[in-house]
């Protein structure tokens, strides 16, 4: 298989500030490849720069065999974007939205009109083809930009948050069309805030903060690598007391925050037996996930 | 092809025919709402037209009749620079920064330049509506001979690219709409009372017909009124010059100042 993304030493500033620095990475064609950061972390900035939406201060990009920005509108051609903001044409219907975007692929207008049928059935729009976008839900919409972003059948899919916002039967309906695409052979590059998304979906991942990569590899590899594998949380009063005198000789790790406690262990056992003498102190024991990886590797300071 | 407006906006503009598609999504919006809209191009100029024309041409030695016609061509150009100006500002600053609909079309295989291009013909092309309205209501109410008003649509679409030019650079600059009305007060509406619309710039201290001559809409006025009545003026290479110069110099800005404001 070859590369359907390739990027070397990419680096940007605005106003002197950076805001990627020195990114490299590989989408391999058919994969669904995740970028994962805290806000201000360089992501969307990386997707607009892959695109070809803005040029690179230094580094290379390959976006499906074409160099970019020098030819990133012959790459746009045989790619989909589904953006973070929605951008649907406000004073279309549902089948104008798709006929209008079609036409800046310069597909004809026969053309277009046949693949919005199955377009709609895909997105779960069937039916509604007339209506205005003002009448769709935040889930609809979602899923016609989907259906937007495959108006001319693309190799690479490049999705921006695809499911913030969205209530969790929207954001599993994304997430089946999802891997119904990546059946279908497209290759996927997603950013996302939400770690179940990433580990659900993604083949490999990669984790950036301050504009550099901090890790990457599968979600199952980055959780081997970065963390031990089973966390207990503890609440209740005075944990931090209990925290400090029993849990620090009992897991290899732990961590206060606020009200909680979090223990991170190779064995729970021991930690559980001594919650339960403390008949006050609530738990959750849970396996590590990805979302512990990113929060060791970017901390927990909130970013704005 | 290589792709120089990202690494160099100072390039110069790439026009393609790709402006097409983006002139057609708007000509879709607004043929939805076309009843409304081609209503008031209609009603409004016709009611400031007779109002002026007979209020006012009744006042005037030489009556009634040939102020109105004379009134009427000032319009073509005036209304065209309104209506032109109003679509490349209002209309395109919602579409690139209210509703994004620029950012869906740079997604596709599609560049700034096409996108500012697609714009600038679609305000010029929605002034020359204004203007073709004016012309059918001098002709209708027979202000006008038909051969002058047919013969006027180049010079009106002239008019219609120039404003559009120049309202997108300020469109490149706003921070919201606002910015606009400071536009429309300080530089349109004076420059529509020095300009020769209401009356021959003649009439003006000779100091201020010399600045006149610097305005765009001086140059269509004095373009588009003998048209309509059917010669063409002498200096008509010179008056199309200058609004051909206004024209590509406030696209070339509007172009190099919108790609700095998106592309960076």
Same mark, same amino acid.
């Given at each position: 298989m070859s590369a359907a993304l390739e990027v070397r030493e990419l680096a940007k500033s605005y106003g002197g500030e950076p805001v990627v620095r020195g990114v490299g990475f590989t989408v391999e064609a058919g994969e669904c490849f995740g970028l994962l950061g805290p806000n201000g972390a360089g992501k969307t900035t990386t997707l607009?720069? +892959?695109?070809?939406?803005?040029?690179? %201060? $230094?580094?290379?990009?390959? /976006? /499906?065999?074409?160099d970019v920005p020098t030819q990133a509108r012959d790459a746009r051609r045989r790619v989909g974007v589904v953006p973070q903001l929605d951008s649907l044409d406000p004073d279309f219907t549902v089948a104008e939205n798709l006929l209008v975007y079609g036409r800046y692929f310069g597909l004809g207008d026969a053309a277009i009109a046949a693949r919005i049928p199955a377009l709609l059935g895909f997105a779960g729009l069937s039916g509604r083809s007339d209506a205005r976008i003002h009448t769709l839900s935040g889930g609809m919409k979602r899923r016609l930009t989907l259906a937007r972003a495959l108006i001319n059948d693309p190799d690479l899919l490049v999705l921006d948050e695809p499911t913030t916002g969205l209530d969790p039967q929207a954001r599993h309906?994304?997430? #089946?069309? /999802?891997? !119904?695409?990546?059946q279908e052979g497209k290759t996927l590059l997603l950013t996302t805030h939400f770690m179940e998304e990433a580990e659900r979906l993604c083949t490999r991942l990669l984790i950036m903060d301050a504009g550099r990569v901090i890790? /990457?590899? *599968?979600?199952? #590899?980055?959780?081997?690598?970065?963390?031990?594998?089973?966390?207990?949380?503890?609440?209740?009063?005075? +944990?931090d007391a209990w925290a400090g005198q029993r849990a620090q000789g009992l897991a290899s790790r732990v961590e206060s925050v606020g009200e909680t406690v979090f223990c991170y262990? !190779?064995?729970? %056992?021991?930690?559980? #037996? *001594?919650? $339960? $003498?403390?008949?006050?102190?609530?738990?959750?024991?849970?396996?590590?996930?990805?979302?512990?990886?990113?929060?060791?590797?970017?901390?927990?300071?909130l970013r704005d | 092809m290589i792709n120089s407006s990202l690494t160099n906006c100072y390039a110069l503009p790439a026009i393609s025919r790709r402006f097409v598609p983006v002139w057609r999504r708007n000509f879709l919006v607004w043929r939805k709402l076309a009843v409304a809209s081609v209503l008031g191009n209609l009603v409004d100029p016709m009611i400031m037209l007779f109002g002026l024309g007979y209020g006012l041409g009744g006042v005037m030695s030489g009556g009634g009749t040939s102020y109105f016609?004379?009134?009427?061509?000032?319009?073509?150009?005036?209304?065209?620079?309104?209506?032109?100006?109003?679509?490349?500002m209002f209309s395109a600053f919602s579409r690139m920064h209210g509703q994004k609909t620029w950012d869906a079309i740079l997604n596709a295989p599609m560049d700034l330049d096409d996108v500012v291009t697609g714009e600038l013909v679609w305000a010029a092309s929605k002034g020359l509506l204004s203007g073709v309205a004016i012309l059918m209501v001098a002709v209708v109410f027979g202000y006008a001979p038909l051969s002058g008003a047919i013969a006027a649509v180049p010079a009106a679409m002239l008019i219609g690219l120039t404003f559009a030019a120049l309202a997108l650079t300020m469109n490149a600059l706003a921070q919201g709409y606002d910015f606009f009305s400071y536009y429309m007060t300080l530089v349109l509406t004076p420059m529509m009372m020095l300009s020769g619309v209401?009356?021959?710039?003649?009439?003006?201290?000779?100091?201020?017909?010399?600045?006149?001559?610097v305005f765009p809409l001086y140059h269509g006025v004095a373009l588009v009124r003998p048209i309509v009545g059917g010669?063409?003026?002498?200096?008509?290479?010179?008056?199309?010059?200058?609004?051909?110069?206004?024209?590509a110099a406030g696209f070339y800005v509007a172009l190099v100042l919108t790609r700095r404001r998106l592309l960076s």
């Open positions: 607009r720069l +892959c695109l070809g939406l803005t040029a690179p %201060d $230094a580094g290379g990009i390959r /976006l /499906l065999g074409h309906l994304i997430w #089946e069309r /999802l891997r !119904q695409l990546m890790t /990457l590899g *599968s979600p199952r #590899e980055l959780i081997a690598a970065h963390i031990e594998p089973e966390v207990v949380e503890v609440h209740g009063p005075r +944990c262990t !190779q064995r729970a %056992d021991p930690l559980l #037996e *001594s919650i $339960a $003498a403390h008949p006050r102190l609530t738990y959750l024991h849970r396996r590590a996930n990805l979302e512990d990886v990113f929060l060791k590797l970017t901390g927990r300071d | 016609s004379f009134l009427a061509a000032g319009f073509v150009a005036s209304a065209t620079m309104y209506a032109a100006s109003f679509e490349a209401f009356f021959p710039v003649g009439q003006l201290p000779a100091a201020v017909q010399t600045a006149a001559a010669t063409l003026p002498p200096e008509w290479l010179v008056h199309a010059g200058v609004l051909i110069a206004y024209a």
